[in-house]
């Protein structure tokens, strides 16, 4: 008799499992949804500019993410932005940023496919945590997009000692349609010998970008090397941009540090010089900001920094910016 009751026992009880089981099976993917938005104030301190100022948002993302299950998930990111410096319609729009399919097998791999992360840009972006106060140097000068469309893979190996990531692309970028029969070839190999030290990081990266042109076109190579620091109070990256088509050369050295103690706010001082054309002469530029920035949260921070513009031939062009990140 008592075995009986044992016997009814664990049947319900494995019943309530499988039950348990099948309703799990059966609830809807969670979706995590984030945003992030940028925005500033900026007084004009060139002479000829009359005192202007403004302010401006320059950036609003809004993203939806969800794990499908073990190894698929699906992101769907929107950016709203200005259309470009030139356009006549000067509105704010809103446009399609990412929004893929993964297929992965943990932190090992990762496969995506549709508008997709390029693979320098968004790691650099990622390590350096101050987008809202300036784009890397490679999208600033419009050598490298941030996002295009095509298909990914990316990984890390022994404990994040090595990350990578290849790509084929289309190569007009997230905003642009494929324009002819060309395609984009992508690499990125970053070794990081702190990798399993906390509050350590020493990232040394390589990166090349080769645009296979269609018949008549000419071929896009850009490559990239970069380091990283990041320590207890401090945290830098150097790198070097360079770009070739159409028998120009140009390229570029850019270089950001921040100390910084977390209570109190951090200090940051970045140079870029880009020369757009090897050949020529006196056609480089500098670019030089720094100032300081307070970060109240993850994602929330705040920056007031002079910034100054000096072509090798012209006027220069400086100002103050008051420059904010907020999201969740």
């Not at 791999?109 to 972006?125: H, M, N, W």
Request: charged share 20%; proline share 3%; net charge positive.
């Amino acid at each position: 008799m008592h075995m009986l009751a044992l016997c009814l026992a664990f049947a319900s009880t494995a019943f309530a499992a499988d039950r348990d089981k099948d309703d799990k099976k059966a609830e809807p993917p969670q979706v995590k949804v984030g945003a992030l938005v940028f925005a500033h104030y900026g007084y004009d301190l060139t002479k000829s500019a009359k005192s202007a100022n403004s302010f401006d948002l320059d950036r609003a993302y809004l993203s939806a993410q969800s794990q499908l299950n073990d190894h698929l998930a699906a992101k769907v990111m929107l950016d709203a932005g200005r259309l470009d410096d030139t356009s006549a319609d000067t509105k704010l729009r809103v446009y399609v940023k990412h929004a893929w399919l993964e297929a992965s097998n943990g932190k090992a791999i990762k496969a995506r496919f549709g508008v997709v992360d390029t693979g320098y840009l968004s790691y650099g972006e990622q390590f350096l945590g101050l987008r809202y106060m300036g784009k890397l140097m490679a999208d600033d000068q419009k050598a490298l997009s941030t996002a295009d469309i095509g298909i990914n893979a990316q990984g890390e190996q022994a404990g994040g000692l090595v990350s990578w990531h290849a790509a084929i692309l289309n190569g007009e970028g997230y905003s642009k349609p494929e324009l002819d029969a060309g395609k984009t070839g992508q690499a990125r190999v970053s070794v990081d010998p702190l990798a399993k030290k906390q509050k350590f990081a020493l990232p040394i990266t390589g990166f090349v970008s080769y645009a296979i042109p269609a018949k008549g076109n000419d071929s896009v190579l850009v490559y990239a090397g970069a380091v990283g620091v990041k320590v207890p109070h401090v945290l830098g990256w150097v790198e070097y941009v360079g770009k070739s088509t159409g028998g120009v050369s140009s390229g570029g050295i850019s270089a950001t540090v921040s100390p910084r103690m977390a209570k109190y706010g951090g200090i940051v001082l970045r140079v870029d010089r880009w020369d757009p054309n090897a050949a020529k002469d006196k056609d480089a530029s500098l670019k030089i900001s720094g100032g300081l920035t307070h970060d109240f949260l993850e994602k929330t921070s705040v920056s007031l920094t002079y910034e100054r513009t000096q072509p090798e031939v012209g006027n220069a062009t400086h100002g103050i910016f008051a420059r904010m990140q907020a999201g969740f």
